[in-house]
């Protein structure tokens, strides 16, 4: 297999780690945000996974005499607060959605931001059937490979089918019964960039009575570093002709950049847009987005995040 090289391998090293490097028994200030309110769930406990940080963004006017959708994000320390993230980034999705239903071009939501487990991130964002529809030989060959000289980039086994039973069987249920919120898959969608983008698909592919839509953004379908011989985007897409949800019922929202370590995602892209069409998804409701020349990061994600939130939650 070819693998990057050079400065070509460091950038996209940095880039693929960077939203795991908070980890999550490290303490984390709670966010402050520009518009409306955080409420922290300080490690939320789990039979499932290792317990974590879990931040509520509340939007302007909360009130107990409505009920709300709700969007479940990935990589949860890295929303609302650049002054609290390892890069000085935030996808500012407190004032994109506090704008979008200002504006009414959305529908109202709460933002569950769960914090992603550090160390444990590959293992618990990288869909777990398809990995063990693998090679034997080619899944210790991954197992074994570093992120950098100093971390390993597997910490165990993959371990996502527990994430998302943490999420849809621990968390889920919390919050319904904790906050103003409508509970069916309709009223709720989850999102993720990169590896959290993998872990999006694979939870509304595994838990279609618990999401009703979701957004991919920056989709890591490589799974590591490998450009050529890679047999994971494959195994990706496999899946997916099996496990992907109803359209009749079900929503999803794929997009990526063209520079850093975007500019891997395009064909691979395209691969994945065939097997929406052969579900048969239509633009109505299995859209895809290219943007020309955008980055893999926070930065890219916020200027752009607009468009998935009116996707997921358009006005009623």
């Known amino acids: 297999m070819t693998i990057l090289k050079g400065t070509a391998f460091i950038l996209a090293a940095m880039l693929f780690t960077a939203p795991g ?13 520009g518009i409306g309110s955080i409420q922290r769930l300080t490690a939320f406990p789990s039979v499932h996974v290792p317990p974590r940080d879990v931040d509520v963004w509340l939007p302007p006017g909360y009130s107990d005499k409505k009920k709300y959708a709700v969007l479940y994000m990935q990589d949860g320390q890295m929303l609302f607060d650049a002054g609290i993230t390892w890069n000085k980034q935030e996808w500012r999705a407190d004032e ?19 914090h992603n487990g550090g160390p444990r991130r590959h293992v618990e964002y990288f869909p777990q059937k398809p990995f063990e529809a693998l090679p034997q030989d080619f899944r210790s060959q991954l197992l074994g490979m570093n992120r950098n000289p100093q971390q390993v980039l597997f910490d165990g086994a993959v371990d996502s089918d527990a994430y998302l ?16 919120v409508a509970t069916g898959p309709e009223h709720t969608a989850v999102m993720g960039s990169s590896m959290g ?13 618990v999401f009703g839509a979701a957004a991919c953004v920056s989709t890591h379908w490589p799974g590591i570093f490998t450009v050529d011989n890679n047999p994971i985007p494959q195994a990706f897409f ?15 929202y794929f997009d990526y950049g063209t520079a850093t370590l975007d500019a891997l995602y395009p064909p691979l892209q395209d691969r994945a847009d065939a097997v929406l069409r ?9 859209k895809t987005r290219r943007f020309e020349g955008a980055e893999h990061s926070e930065q890219a994600w916020a200027a752009r995040l607009d468009i998935p939130l009116q996707f997921l939650f358009p006005p009623d």
């Open 165 to 180: 039973k943490f999420v849809a069987e621990e968390l889920k249920p919390y919050i319904d019964s904790h906050f103003s």
């Open 197 to 209: 983008g993998l872990i999006s698909m694979y939870a509304i592919s595994e838990y279609p009575q």
């Open 21 to 33: 490097t908070a980890g999550a028994d490290t303490a984390t200030p709670v966010p402050k945000p």
């Open 278 to 286: 052969e579900r048969g998804y239509t633009e109505a409701n299995g």
């Open 238 to 252: 496999d899946y997916m002709r099996t496990a992907l949800p109803d359209p009749a019922t079900h929503r999803m």
């Open 96 to 114: 994109t959605a506090a704008r979008l239903m200002a504006e009414g071009k959305v529908r109202p939501f709460i933002i569950v931001g769960i």
